[in-house]
């Protein structure tokens, strides 16, 4: 079986002509169904002449997810659990602001990136999702809340640039004026780090936004932190994070999480400055989230708008990022395969 959500509004018009003998407005139509009427059914399609949806109906499925739980915050913030039709597990996370609707996708089952303070590393790396798998989690939180998404960030479970050929698949159809129809500047993309693939993304023509998992200003930190430091060190780092800037000219925001006695100091908030001076950037402070059996901590207050204030400071802008989701495990490296172990 075909999954409609992995096919580009292109490729699904090359399919209709070609293997189906229909005109190339019938692949507008069926988007129009999946994306803005998000109907579940085939058959709901009333616009596709009959005798097509009946072929269809054989080729084709909407979606793959499977809801196995939801868990809502107080904040508001809603976790969901989804089994995929191999049995393996992502979670998904929709945040609500006053500019809109929010979700946070995974793009792998698991992670390879290893990174030692996030939960989604502590489990074996299952496999790459699909482009449909990735499209789906936003189609069916949409249809859930009844409500449009405004805002997808490539936050969740997995590296979105270890599965990079999906990632830029699933972003076109999130784009597509006749799918989501979410703007690219409402699309991030996060990264730990992945160098050529930055430089690649660099050249991809898009107006998305990049995140960097920064989290150490010196390699022996952030070789433990993140052991793709080892490949792809800061400086080659910076160098990738320079030339994105050339080509694209669009703000890189990077993503330092800030850990009690391991990269909170004045000192290491000098040494961020020095590594960012110049750069058209944002950073973003996360308190680390403890994990379970994890060692680290969130520094206190104090110290992090000390931390904040020094880069502020120093001309470069930074802003503590406001937390959600963590009283149901939904925030930043919490998400796991929690399905898997119980
Ligand atoms: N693999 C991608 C995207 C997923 S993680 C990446 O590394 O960027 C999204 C963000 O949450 C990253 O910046 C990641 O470093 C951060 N993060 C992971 N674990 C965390 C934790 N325990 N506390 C705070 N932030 C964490």
């Not at 206190?300 to 009283?327: H, K, Y």
């Amino acid at each position: 079986m075909k999954n409609f959500f992995d096919y580009t509004l292109d490729e699904l018009t090359d399919v209709y002509i070609k293997d189906y003998e229909q005109k190339k407005y019938r692949a507008v139509q069926t988007f129009k169904w999946l994306y803005e009427d998000k109907v579940e059914d085939v058959y709901h399609m009333t616009d596709i002449p009959f005798a097509l949806r009946e072929r269809l109906v054989k080729d084709f499925q909407i979606g793959t997810l499977k809801e196995e739980e939801m868990k809502i915050s107080p904040d508001g913030t809603r976790k969901y659990l989804f089994t995929l039709a191999d049995g393996s597990a992502v979670e998904t996370v929709l945040m609500k602001y006053e500019f809109g609707n929010s979700v946070c996708v995974s793009t792998q089952v698991g992670c390879r990136m290893k990174c030692d303070f996030c939960a989604s590393s502590k489990l074996s790396f299952g496999r790459n999702l699909t482009s449909g798998e990735i499209v789906e989690q936003i189609v069916y939180i949409s249809r859930k809340i009844q409500d449009r998404i405004s805002n997808v960030v490539f936050m969740g479970i997995g590296e979105p640039f270890d599965n990079y050929d999906n990632v830029m698949r699933a972003i076109k159809i999130i784009n597509e004026p006749h799918g989501l129809n979410i703007g690219a500047r409402h699309i991030t993309v996060s990264t730990s780090g992945l160098v050529p693939q930055i430089v690649k993304f660099a050249n991809e023509g898009l107006q998305c936004n990049l995140s960097i998992s920064l989290h150490a200003t010196n390699d022996k930190v952030r070789d433990k932190l993140m052991p793709v430091n080892k490949a792809y060190n800061i400086e080659t780092l910076m160098q990738a994070c320079r030339k994105y800037l050339e080509k694209t000219n669009r703000r890189i925001t990077f993503e330092y999480a800030l850990i009690a006695g391991v990269n909170d100091s004045t000192k290491d908030a000098c040494a961020l400055v020095d590594l960012l001076n110049g750069m058209l950037c944002h950073v973003n402070l996360i308190p680390v989230n403890a994990i379970e059996g994890g060692e680290y901590r969130r520094p206190n207050q104090n110290v992090m708008m000390a931390f904040r204030d020094a880069l502020n400071n120093r001309g470069v802008t930074a802003t503590i990022r406001r937390e959600l989701g963590n009283e149901i495990d939904a925030a930043c490296g919490q998400l796991r395969r929690r399905y898997y172990e119980e």
